[in-house]
């Protein structure tokens, strides 16, 4: 009896031959219900004949053989064959392989110097083994017990199938740096993967990461306690994982094709939001900067007239801080940040830094906020130009604003626009001062 993803299952080892088709013996799996008999779920195929022992290790089955001396690994998550939709059957995820050999420590007879020390192999599926669950191997004869462990990292090469191997990987404990050395193998040349098979495996990530969100959505409306408590039984890449570990490193390399390089970011940002993950600014910098480097201006206008690259402040000040080398950019920052709704005031200071004064008050009548902009704000900028005339044209545009909003055409203290004030006087003469309308 063992518990596997969460389920409790009767572990069955059958020896005898269960028809022409299926040679040798077979493992079969009763998973227990609460108000019911148990269930048959799973068979594995050894398609081996002998003596056999059973081990659990982070939720796969080993199988040791001592006729071979080799273990195969079954994963009953991994799907296999159903003739029925009851029964699956399933084969080794690997062919089969042998226990890492090692060595047992001795020590001898003390001698006056010192203790001698020897090293002896332990014979692997050694007869004086027993096994215990779930993942317990005792040497009776050797009187030593150990527990059996699984090394990720040498799978890597061992399951070719990238999507699979993924799968295989998302399911086990302590996995979430080979996934990402996958990914990153994925990439470079030599082991570079098609980028059909690389999008597969981004939306299998990032599916996991969107059932992950989801739980920390729950935590909120929920017992934070009970949903909090729960463990995951995958792993999660997150934006973050893929930033540091693959994507930073992957733009760096020299052998890697431009072109390639932006198809693989935008197909990574194609599969967040196909989950509806909203993309952290920094995947939209790391486009944006190999497309610059690269001269791809016109990949880049067209993914930002075509909104490929989301709107956002952040990714409108990038596009600001690029007009040096590409002037467009700052009319397509603009227009994101009109898009936006909710960045008048970085639209604002955008026009008034270009010394785009008039266009600049154009925008704030045109989303109806010139009775709470800062006068201040705009004489500065309009000094600043050194032009009288756009300086005259502000300068009255705000008494207008003063007249039709107080009364009266003066700045009051508390809009700190004395230093103005002064330079129009000097300027134009204290006589183009609109003079207050008096009533009778």
């Not at 990038?318 to 008048?344: C, F, G, I, W």
Request: net charge neutral; aromatic share 10%; charged share 20%.
């Amino acid at each position: 009896m063992s518990n596997i993803y969460g389920q409790v299952y009767i572990i069955v080892l059958r020896h005898q031959q269960r028809g022409h088709a299926n040679m040798g013996a077979e493992v079969v799996l009763y998973q227990l219900q609460k108000e019911s008999p148990a269930k048959k779920t799973d068979v594995l195929r050894l398609n081996m004949s002998g003596r056999f022992a059973l081990n659990v290790v982070d939720n796969l089955i080993v199988v040791h053989h001592q006729a071979s001396k080799t273990s195969m690994i079954f994963d009953i998550k991994l799907g296999g064959e159903s003739h029925d939709g009851y029964v699956t059957y399933h084969l080794p995820v690997l062919a089969p392989l042998p226990i890492k050999p090692f060595k047992l420590k001795i020590t001898g007879l003390h001698v006056p110097t010192h203790t001698q020390t020897t090293e002896i192999s332990c014979e692997l599926y050694s007869p004086n083994w027993i096994v215990f669950q779930p993942d317990i191997v005792i040497d009776a004869k050797l009187g030593c017990l150990w527990h059996v462990h699984l090394k990720l990292e040498p799978l890597v090469t061992m399951i070719p199938d990238k999507t699979r191997l993924v799968d295989f990987l998302l399911l086990r404990s302590e996995c979430k740096m080979v996934i990402l050395s996958v990914c990153k193998q994925a990439l470079v040349p030599g082991h570079q993967c098609k980028l059909s098979t690389i999008s597969v495996v981004f939306d299998k990530l990032n599916q996991v990461y969107r059932n992950y969100l989801e739980m920390e959505s729950q935590a909120g409306q929920a017992d934070l306690g009970i949903v909090r408590g729960k463990k995951r039984s995958q792993a999660v890449i997150d934006q973050a994982d893929m930033y540091t570990h693959v994507f930073s490193v992957f733009v760096d390399n020299k052998d890697v094709k431009h072109k390639f390089i932006v198809a693989v970011l935008m197909e990574y940002i194609r599969s967040l939001n196909q989950f509806q993950i909203p993309v952290q600014h920094f995947l939209y910098e790391l486009v944006i900067n190999t497309l610059v480097q690269n001269n791809f201006f016109y990949q880049l206008h067209q993914f930002l007239q075509y909104h490929v690259l989301s709107d956002s402040k952040p990714l409108a000040c990038l596009m600001l801080s690029l007009e040096s080398v590409y002037t467009p950019a700052h009319q397509l920052a603009l227009d994101m940040l009109k898009r936006l709704s909710t960045a008048n005031e970085e639209i604002v200071e955008v026009l008034l830094s270009k010394h785009q004064v008039l266009t600049a008050l154009r925008f704030i009548r045109s989303v109806g906020q010139i009775d709470t902009v800062s006068a201040r704000k705009f004489l500065e900028a309009a000094q600043t130009t050194e032009d009288k005339m756009l300086f005259y044209t502000v300068f009255k545009f705000f008494e207008e604003r003063n007249l039709r909003l107080r009364g009266h055409p003066r700045f009051v203290p508390g809009e700190h626009c004395e230093e103005y004030v002064r330079h129009f006087e000097s300027t134009f003469g204290s006589e183009s001062l609109m003079v207050p309308m008096v009533t009778s």
